[in-house]
């Protein structure tokens, strides 16, 4: 098996299309995540730019908020239900508690 620079550069180059590939989609799988997140916070009624942490404990740890939702299993079921399409709560979203929390001493 004989390589040349040329097979070498070749290579190269798949792995960097490969490597901005997984960039990329990681980049638009947090963007939908974010969105949805921001759409469920309205939903529900909580807007963190009213949040201050001077009101009585009932700021957001947004970081871990991110985290669970970018971490959450139910993304189809949770777009439906922003939707309206399915009916009942969000007890499936991992922040229902957190923003729960929020809504109710705010």
């Known amino acids: 098996m004989n390589i040349n620079f040329t097979d070498l550069q070749l290579a190269l180059v798949f792995i960097l299309i490969a490597a901005g590939l997984v960039v990329w989609f990681r980049s638009k799988l947090a963007s939908g995540s974010r969105s949805r997140m921001y759409r469920m916070m309205s939903r529900v009624g909580v807007y963190p730019k009213n949040l ?4 009585g404990g009932s700021a957001l740890d947004m970081d871990s908020v991110r985290r669970r939702c970018n971490k959450c299993p139910c993304e189809d079921y949770c777009e439906r239900w922003l939707a309206g399409e399915v ?3 969000n007890g499936f979203c991992p922040n229902a508690k957190v923003f729960e929390g929020v809504v109710g001493s705010a």
Do not use: F
């Open 87 to 89: 009916e009942g709560d």
């Open 52 to 55: 201050s942490r001077s009101s």
